[in-house]
């Protein structure tokens, strides 16, 4: 088991850039894909962006596509989201994801597994 601790939200303006980071303690972090999803007041919690076990494939949500990058930094346990162009309707609780079992990947509309405790991202307009 690890745990997991979102770093980087905070109060952005519309159009600017954050990126978030999700420490993990373990020492097979890179044995697991990652995830992260996001949930505002009143709101279901929603995927948001997931990375596989090798890195090697992303994939994200299409509210999110060609403005928000997944990534991962197995020397430091560390997986990234980094976050461009981002609008009011963004902000939200971000939380990350670790799946259940290694070597799968993130299931985007029913996750299990490990979450951390959220970090708090505001995009005012």
């Known amino acids: 088991q690890v745990q997991l601790v979102e770093s980087g939200g905070g109060l952005v303006q519309a159009g600017g850039s954050l990126r978030l980071s999700c420490a993990a303690s373990g020492r097979t972090f890179s044995n697991y894909a990652m995830g992260w999803f996001r949930q505002a007041p009143g709101k279901e919690r929603e995927f948001v962006a997931a990375i596989s076990w090798s890195g090697g494939s992303t994939y994200g949500a299409d509210s999110v596509k060609g403005r928000f990058t997944i990534s991962r930094d197995n020397a430091k346990n560390t997986v990234y989201l980094q976050m461009n162009s981002l609008k009011p309707e963004d902000t939200a609780v971000y939380y990350c994801?670790?799946?259940?079992?290694?070597?799968?990947?993130?299931?985007?509309?029913?996750?299990?597994?490990?979450w951390g405790q959220g970090t708090q991202v505001t995009v005012s307009s």
């Open positions: 994801n670790k799946p259940p079992h290694p070597y799968t990947e993130v299931d985007r509309t029913r996750p299990f597994g490990s």
